[in-house]
């Protein structure tokens, strides 16, 4: 052969892990998918999860529900809902035909009995409730179906931990005898 020659190699074979590279892409088509946020609430004071307890739209219950969780009733409830310290939420499917009493009351689908919240009502568009409410604050968007009456109770302030004073022991003069003399008086020598 001569120096001037090219000899024919065939080309390196590809290793069988390594994917084709894909296409460049132009930058108009990139599309930006939606993040998925949880739906779950989250508590203000702490970054832990709440727990939410529901009751879905093929269940029925009929007897009184006590719960120290968030609800969400999307079924039959018939009877009472005690949520003390806590949300109940009726869903759109929900139709409850009891009493409720909550720290928050949210109102999708369909209530008749009395609602009393510590907190708040929120009676949204779609929903229709039949019965009293007892609340300090309540919100009812157009297109809700509300009949009963309202009675705005004002929020109970918790009671604030009372700051401790220490204050030193009183001397009285019988006590410590006739010659105490008050701190910084002028008869203290140095």
Not at 9 to 26: D, I, L, N
Not at 53 to 61: D, L, N, Q, T, Y
Not at 119 to 128: F, H, L
Request: glycine fraction near 8%; aromatic fraction near 2%; charge should be positive.
């Amino acid at each position: 052969m001569s120096m001037w020659s090219k000899k024919e190699e065939p080309p390196a074979p590809r290793p069988a892990s390594a994917p084709p590279a894909p296409p460049p892409v132009p930058v108009a088509e990139i599309k930006k998918e939606p993040i998925p946020v949880s739906s779950t609430p989250f508590r203000t004071a702490d970054t832990e999860p709440r727990n939410t307890a529901m009751i879905g739209k093929s269940v029925k219950v009929i007897g009184q529900i006590f719960t120290k969780e968030d609800l969400y009733v999307d079924g039959d409830v018939e009877g009472t809902i005690e949520s003390q310290e806590n949300k109940v939420t009726v869903g759109p499917n929900g139709r409850v035909q009891a009493s409720i009493r909550a720290r928050e009351v949210v109102i999708l689908g369909q209530v008749q009995g009395n609602v009393e919240a510590s907190d708040k009502v929120d009676i949204r568009k779609d929903a229709k409730l039949v019965g009293d409410i007892t609340t300090s604050r309540i919100s009812i968007e157009d297109g809700a179906l509300f009949k009963g009456s309202i009675d705005i109770k004002k929020a109970e302030p918790k009671p604030a931990a009372a700051p401790v004073v220490s204050t030193p022991p009183a001397v009285s003069a019988s006590a410590a005898g006739a010659s105490a003399v008050p701190v910084g008086a002028a008869g203290i020598k140095r």
